[in-house]
């Protein structure tokens, strides 16, 4: 399966479907138009409650990343749906901020933290890609 659950770890497993269906449309594992399974069968093959998997979907549709039709079930959007916006970008900043701040207490330099970035972008294969 392409979707996997560490159930020991801190991050809701809500939030870790969500994480994973972003990321599988980012490096082209779901493709545009492609249906997920259905809130029943991911829950059944995870071993999950369905109301989990259901929140998940409901963010996903929130941010714009899946559609939810009555007979197709949740599809992949095209990513015009999903660009950031400004509140997106206030987001983004307010969720590095702190990671910038203890990182910088804890005696990493600016450097040191943008190659753990470049590192990540690496590791998911984006600066292969121009990212």
Known sequence: MWLTIDL??????YLQIRDQVI???LLNELKIGESLP???????DLGINM????????LLKQEGFIQ????????????????ASEEYYEQL??????????SSCRGI?????YKICEQIYRNIGLLEKGG
């Not at 109301?51 to 409901?58: D, E, F, G, L, Q």
Request: glycine content about 6%.
């Open 8 to 13: 020991r770890s801190e991050t809701a497993i």
């Open 23 to 25: 990321q599988g449309i």
């Open 38 to 44: 259905s809130v029943r069968q991911l829950a059944a």
């Open 51 to 58: 109301h989990t998997v259901s929140k998940a979907y409901n």
């Open 68 to 83: 939810i039709h009555r007979q197709k079930g949740a599809i992949v959007n095209a990513p015009n749906s999903y660009q």
């Open 93 to 102: 900043k307010k969720a590095v901020k702190p990671l910038i701040i203890e």
């Open 109 to 113: 330099s600016k450097g040191y933290f």
